[in-house]
């Protein structure tokens, strides 16, 4: 087995373990797109704070773990249009569809949630098909 | 209590992005890249998140209404069954940016820890869209006909 395939286990343990704290200690699902969406759209007025102090762990533990973990890459393109037109597809999609990886994905397939589970297969199938467009079709990423 | 839970958690979600390579958008295109050079590692990703996810569902339905959140509340209502076209339309919006730029909400935020500009310029226009999708859910919902 492939080293980032482990690590990818180990990653995805400590997600559903942060998602799993977070629903037995607050009752909440841990969504990404509904933590930030909460912020941006004022319908989280309430628990702000916690939002906030939610992403703030977000960023500060890789922070944290940069000298030891190293290779702090997000090859994220330079291409200024392909970054401006994603952002504002995963901004629209992820509060109109409710819910984004984190929350269809991880929180809605464990409970066996029908919207989560169709969520995530219409998002897997827009983004493969995406990348075989552009990739390999126009050659533009 | 609640702040200190949403740390842990927060830290918790940002190492596991980290770890996995989540923060890494070509490990997102690699496993999208069906056709090309596929990378199976998001599926470890996810199958690893399900489970510890999986077992805090199954504890809260063992001990329905007789298990409270630690920090007080209610667990959330089951899930809603119907699939509507918000739903379908929102994710397909959200595929075809994940797909362009190997970024979805939670990564884009961890990524913020290792700098660079592209992150922010994501973010930037990710909370623009997050603003006028009020607007897109109300077209939706008015298209379909009144029955």
Not at chain 1, 38 to 66: H, K, Q, Y
Not at chain 2, 16 to 31: A, E, F, M, P, R
Not at chain 2, 105 to 132: E, K, N, Y
Request: include cysteine; aromatic fraction near 8%; glycine fraction near 18%.
């Amino acid at each position: 087995m492939e080293s980032s395939w482990i690590m990818g286990l180990v990653g995805g343990v400590l997600i559903g373990t942060g998602g799993a704290v977070y629903l037995l200690g607050n009752g909440r699902i841990m969504g990404a797109s509904g933590i930030i969406g909460g912020l941006v759209d004022g319908s989280g007025r309430d628990t702000a704070a916690e939002r906030l102090i939610f992403l703030a762990g977000v960023v500060l533990m890789p922070l944290l773990l940069l000298p030891f973990v190293g290779d702090p890459q997000t090859r994220a393109t330079s291409e200024l249009w392909v970054l401006a037109a994603a952002g504002l597809c995963v901004g629209l999609g992820t509060r109109v569809a409710n819910g984004c990886t984190s929350g269809h994905g991880v929180c809605g397939i464990s409970r066996l949630s029908l919207r989560g589970i169709v969520a995530t297969l219409f998002y897997i199938l827009a983004g493969g098909l995406t990348v075989v467009l552009f990739r390999h079709i126009l050659g533009v990423i | 209590m609640h702040r200190l839970i949403a740390l842990v958690a927060g830290g918790l979600f940002g190492t596991g992005l980290y770890l996995s390579g989540l923060t890494d958008t070509t490990k997102v295109q690699g496993w999208l890249d069906v056709f090309g050079d596929w990378d199976p590692t998001l599926a470890f990703v996810m199958g690893g998140a399900i489970l510890p996810m999986a077992l805090a569902w199954a504890l809260i339905r063992a001990r329905a209404g007789r298990l409270r959140p630690l920090a007080g509340g209610t667990f959330p209502a089951p899930p809603r069954p119907e699939v509507d076209r918000r739903l379908v339309v929102g994710s397909v919006l959200f595929g075809l940016g994940w797909g362009l730029a190997g970024l979805c909400p939670g990564p884009a935020v961890a990524s913020l820890s290792f700098g660079g500009w592209q992150g922010v310029v994501f973010l930037g226009f990710m909370v623009l869209g997050m603003a006028i999708a009020p607007r897109l859910r109300d077209r939706l919902d008015r298209a379909v006909p009144a029955d």
